[in-house]
Antibody
Framework: QVELVESGGGVAQPGGSLRLSCVAS????????MYWVRQAPGKGLEWMAV????????YYADSVSGRFTVSRDNSKNTLYLQMDSLRVGDTAVYFC?????????????????????????WGQGATVTVSS | SYELTQPPSVSVSPGQTARITCSGD??????VYWYQEKTGQAPVMVIK???ERPSGIPERFFGSSSGTRATLIISRAQAEDEADYYC????????????FGGGTKLTVL
């Protein structure tokens, strides 16, 4: 079945770095956009970043732009989130999620236009705590 | 603006109909998606593209959208529907990115 499994969470000091990974299975990873979404303790969902199926297009929330970097390795079915210059306010559960959209062509080649359509599969989340 | 506004809480009696609203300028141009999050679990998409039900979602879940307002309707509400519900949309220009509403706690009692 379709599954996303995050790893790499933990404790970091303010100003430090962490890298989250999300391993996908059960679908053709290279043909879907992927997201990172976080949820601070007791708070709502907050979109962080999205990367297109081929890794060429990336968008970030203002709160993490310039500090976080999303990437993917389609040969390993893995999504990444490199988090640098961490702040106490980055403490949250981080979810990866699969987009439910599609490419403009069946083969979904690199550079193909992609149509986004919401987050149809979610991982269980990885906890990140930033504290001194 | 590219904010989505939801009521913090909605209560419904078992068997009755719950309505959760979501308002924002983005909705006049883009689809809305709805997610259910139960305590300690990952979110689940319950409505996509304003009104479509993903596979496996009960027929009791409906979605509608008109202008800058969308509504999630849960008919014949059950105890298992008690959860936080989030609407989500996107800025078509991508300059503001993707956005979630603040979430609505649905209580079935």
């Amino acid at each position: 079945q379709v599954e996303l499994v995050e790893s790499g969470g933990g404790v970091a000091q303010p100003g430090g770095s962490l890298r989250l990974s999300c391993v996908a299975s059960g679908f053709i990873f290279r043909t879907y956009g992927m997201y990172w979404v976080r949820q601070a303790p007791g708070k709502g969902l907050e979109w962080m970043a999205v990367v297109s199926h081929d890794g060429h297009n990336k968008y970030y929330a203002d709160s993490v732009s310039g500090r976080f970097t999303v990437s993917r390795d389609n040969s390993k079915n893995t999504l990444y989130l490199q988090m640098d210059s961490l702040r106490v306010g980055d403490t949250a559960v981080y979810f990866c999620a699969k987009d439910g959209g599609y490419c403009s062509s069946v083969t979904c080649p690199i550079g193909d236009h992609y149509y986004y359509s919401g987050m149809d599969v979610w991982g269980q989340g990885a906890t990140v705590t930033v504290s001194s | 603006s590219y904010e989505l506004t939801q009521p913090p809480s909605v209560s419904v009696s078992p068997g009755q109909t719950a309505r959760i609203t979501c308002s924002g300028d983005a909705l006049s141009k883009e689809y809305v998606y709805w997610y259910q999050e139960k305590t300690g679990q990952a979110p689940v998409m319950v409505i996509k593209k304003d009104s479509e039900r993903p596979s496996g979602i009960p027929e009791r879940f409906f979605g509608s959208s008109s202008g800058t307002r969308a509504t999630l309707i849960i008919s014949r509400a059950q105890a298992e529907d008690e959860a936080d519900y989030y609407c989500q949309s996107v800025d078509s220009s991508r300059s503001h990115g993707w956005v979630f509403g603040g979430g609505t706690k649905l209580t079935v009692l």
